[in-house]
């Protein structure tokens, strides 16, 4: 797979909350299904309000779906999986790939 | 301020600028508050909002931070440039900063699983750190219930932002939409969480006119002025707040005497007209208001003062034509510089807008009397309760002036009656003179009485007078007649006077 196709994700969240370390950890899953063609980003707004600012978060946590397009933006601690993965707007060449193809 | 131990926190004012609101709020918005300005759709909530930071930067140095839920940046630096606020100026020069959470900047957001505000605080306090900000405002609350659907959720998450607000000791405005003018503060409920303060915008719509009110519902631990008060949105300063109620009755009242124009009136009054006095003229339409009008212009302006007519019922061609006919020369007096003309429509603007056109044409001109002509021709532009306000208004500007004013007051039949006018003013005027028309053996002839005179003796005759190219002329009291002023004038009988005059004659 070629750098265009890699998926990038960068997180938003505000401190070490438990509702951070909980999307941080479901971020992580999807990171774990695409094996190492998914980048994640977090970003403590804390420490970057700046960026905050100019991705316009209005709540935490915030993942923003970069690439590969269309860009979208999904709200909360992704608890859920399926709801995720159907909101990351990934395309069905992804959903199938990782997951379901045996090793 | 944490170094304080002081069991209650005294509340300091901040005063916002915004004209008549430090009035009504005796000094201002809570510092260091959270204050609720609420509002339904249309009663000027943005504005106000918009304003608060504004007056901050133009009057006081003090920089703003402005959090828009609904319209975006680009939209309120567009539609306030009309208000005179260059906001996209006071950005570049670290005045004004916008914290952009329109519905704009992120249309289609998903949501899965639980979150918190925690970017929006973040923001909040990043740009107020950023321009050092004294004020900040919040437009509007009711945005955030519509995009975000879990009401207890965005209810305690407010609540954080109040406590963060609070915190960071800046005095904030926060805006919310009200479904009624009559009813809940707010359709949210959010009052509940930053209720120390709740002030009410109102656009009620009473006998087919806009009726702008403003009311301090609540002010916690501190006084305010009670009641709603008419205000307005003028294109130069934006919301202007009337304080009519509030006037307090505090000039000084002066016994030096001023011509009203005509040598017999003057005489009749028992000397003149009062400097500081308001005096009403009540007639029938053609009676001869409008000429003691202008007498009363010209009588100041021949003694060297600045005369100001406001005209409601004539064009300025006509007044100064009719003044040419009673050998008055309005144009001379214009160049002179001694006297200000100004005619306006009633309809052309709202009665508060009136009012402000008026005090900002007396406070410019400087004038030392004021004619109107004629007040009653304002009368049909709003409702009674906002014409009352209008005639208070006006009526204590001009005393606190210290100048004399004259207003007429057309009468709605021709032989005499109350109008709504002299009902209101009647009690706040100083003097009152009516004129009338008197139908006797088949002619209509013209009478004059000073009704009223506060602190002086005056003639209480009814004088006949009439009217040529030289103005007008006070003659003889009609001796034999009765009934003038109610409208039915008839003659008693000469035999009957003349006893009675031989009765109490003393030799």
Redesign the interface.
Known sequence: MNQAETLQLILFVTDDTPRSAEAIANVKQVQQLYRGQCEVTVIDILEHPELAEREKIFATPTLIKVQPPPLRRIVGDLSDHMQLLKSLDIGSGYLSSPASQPV | MSGESAPIERVVKLPTGIQGFDFVTEGGLPRGRTTLVAGTAGSAKTIFAIQFLAEGILKYGERGVFVTFEETPDDLRRNMISFGWPIAQWEREGKWLF???SMH??S?????????????I??I???IRRVRAQRISLDSLGAIFSR?HQPDLVRSELLRIAAALKQMNVTAVLTAERTEEYGAISRNGVEEFVADNVIILRNVLDDEKRRRTIEVLKYRGTSHQKGEYPFTVTPDKGVVIIPLSAIELKQRSSDLRITSGNQALDVLCGGGFFRDSIVLVSGATGTGKTLLTTEFMAGGVNNGERCLLLAFEESREQLFRNAIGWGIDFDRMEADGKLRVHCAYPETASLEDHLITIKDLVSEFKPNRVAFDSLSALERVGTIKSFREFVIGVTSFIKHQEIAGLFTATTPTLTGGASVTEAHISTLTDSIILLRYVEMNGEMRRALTVLKMRGSMHNKDICEFTIDQQGMHIGRPFRNVIGILTGNPHISAPGEMERLDELFRTQ
């Open positions: 914290v952009d959470v900047a992120n289609d957001e998903k949501v899965v699983g639980a979150y918190d505000f925690g970017g929006l973040v923001r306090e990043h740009a975000m």
